[in-house]
């Protein structure tokens, strides 16, 4: 799955035509990070081209079963030479050990300021599937995967799935989580998640291994998106919006998303600031229709505000103390219909600022 | 012109309900600046209402021809007494000199750190037709009135016109104006602008008057909004966007929006520094078709981008100096049709985050 955004960099271009062309075969990745390869025009589609065709010499395949991502500064062209001349050391540190694929995890990050991985393992049977998740991403966070903002996920499993079943499955593993976070909600030209499956288990994606390794996949993929957030630009707070009786899912998620990117309710959270009213009137800008009057909000599971009016129970010092847990809960219930989103997001803080206002990032 | 926010404030309900009953007859109107009487439920109704009586019966009119509004902090009931403790004082002091104009508008103002009033006049004829503006405003501005964010807009003139065309010469002259700024991009639950005619010069509004008075409003409401985003909270550089060559208007406007409010264009711009990348990724991102091969960008009137890569004539140093001043211009031409867009924005600094961060605001 790779970004909607309408600007895409050339390896976004260029790994799409690769699995078009292998029917989805991916031998071997190639991830540089510190360079986007993005508004690069045809140099920078060469240049990727160019060090996948290095990297598949040195893995005895065709040039397109390489996977290319790249992540970084946007419209500075991408330095082949330096990549391809990397190549032979990259091969040499190969290995299927727990540290390899750590050492592979770290190798992507940028912005980042801790590695993000995730693993599950299934007993199917006598036989054992494994599912290895690891991700980058911490600024230009708001995906549409369709999704969002460089964020790279790489999924690894030894489950034996045709490319189409491991699509859907991965679509709708990815809209539950990596859909349903933002840091500051601006999408990246350069997104990708992808889902490899060797099939080295030798178990079948049938019967009773379906909702077992959708129930991983999900788990290491909302593992991978709150470790996205948790280690989002200037993060202090993590918070989670819950929207539920909205006329339809999509409108809660519109709810959450316009919260999740105010700026004036991720300063609030910022400072422990029970300032419900942005809630509110966030809330309200999303294009969605509701009766104020019938809305419930609750901040760490106190209550906030019921029946139009600061709920009676509403205790300021309480909740400006909840607030200040690294992590904890926004509740609104719309009180329409039986739609629901749950949205993982954080604040804005003084550090945010000081990370992107960096002169030349 | 109203807030287009699902949640609006208990003046704003009032205030719908006053210009139908009087068929938009205002004889006085009541600001209060602090709180924002919303989400205060029918007791902020009452208290509105009550601090409406109170001034009707001083200056004896009946009491839906008094028009209130208020700004502030959202979910803390009104203290309608100390309004109406207030209104004998008040009335008191009015007087028709532009110093008594230029004192109401300085007590509108919340986090604004200027006046904001423009005026203009007409000769049509033998008469003077005149137009005076004032508005607060510098922190949840991202209007839609329908428009934006706690903006309060009043304007005064006493050509003599009916609400009706009031009401058509204000929603173009709003639409080119409040309707394409941003701060934050936060809509408020109170925004409102308000055009009053007294029809005192004699002057109606007919033949030659039209098309000169149209002008002045749109050049009061230029002024006005310009001067919100220059005041805006934080504020250290004004940044007009143009945006042409696209589909239409709305597409247009919809990739000057996404730009106005990305995080990260706001917070490179704070340190001017020239990451036009991300004017890229946030074009890409406002749901517009467009070929990033057609795009050509300038900052400050030097060349950026054209052709899908760095212009050749790019100078990163002299796009840097050219972003040190208060007030430039962003350029993108999509290359597609006639849309065009006019949007005024600002950066994102550590002073906005601090200035809402601030427990309670």
């Known amino acids: 799955m790779f970004t909607s955004n309408q600007v895409v960099a050339a390896p976004i271009i260029v790994g799409r035509r690769h699995l078009i062309a292998t029917s989805n075969r991916v031998t071997a990745l190639l991830v540089n990070a510190g360079n986007a390869n993005c508004a690069t025009g045809q140099p920078g589609i060469d240049a990727c081209k160019q060090s996948c065709v ?37 091969k040499a540190a190969l290995g299927d050990s727990e540290q390899h694929a750590d050492a592979f995890a770290t190798a992507i990050l940028t912005t980042d300021t801790k590695l993000k991985v995730a693993r599950a393992s299934l007993e199917i049977g006598d036989r054992t599937v494994s599912l290895f998740g690891c991700c980058k991403g911490a600024g230009m966070i708001g995906p549409q995967v369709v999704p969002h903002a460089t964020m790279l996920v790489y999924l690894f499993t030894d489950l034996a799935a045709c490319p189409e079943h491991l699509q859907a499955m991965l679509a709708k593993a990815v809209d539950a989580s990596f859909n349903c976070i933002s840091v500051d909600g601006d999408m990246s030209t350069n ?66 998303r316009s919260i999740a990117n105010s700026p004036l309710c991720k300063t609030a959270w910022s400072s422990a600031d029970p300032n419900w009213g942005r809630l509110l009137a966030a809330a309200g800008k999303a294009g969605v229709k509701f009766d104020p009057a019938r809305v419930t909000i609750t901040i760490g599971g106190l209550p906030v505000f019921a029946h139009g009016v600061r709920d009676v129970a509403y205790d300021e010092g309480a909740t400006h103390a909840a607030m200040q847990a690294r992590e904890y809960t926004i509740a609104m219930d719309l009180g329409r219909g039986h739609g629901q989103a749950r949205f993982v997001t954080c604040d804005l803080t003084h550090e945010y600022v000081s990370i992107n206002a960096d002169y030349s990032s």
Request: aromatic share 4%.
């Open 191 to 256: 997104d990708t998640v992808l889902l490899l499956a060797s099939g080295k288990s030798e178990v079948p994606a049938e019967g009773e291994s379906v909702p077992a390794f959708e129930a991983a996949l999900q788990e290491v993929c909302d593992s991978l998106a709150h470790q996205i957030v948790d280690d989002g630009e200037g993060v202090t707070h993590v918070i989670t919006l819950k929207i539920t009786g909205a006329e339809g899912d999509s409108d809660a998620r519109d709810i959450a």
């Open 54 to 90: 290095a990297v598949a010499e040195q893995f005895h395949c065709v040039f397109d079963e390489v996977f290319p991502s790249s992540t970084g500064i946007i419209g500075v062209p991408l330095p082949a030479e330096k990549l391809i001349a990397a190549v032979p050391a990259a």
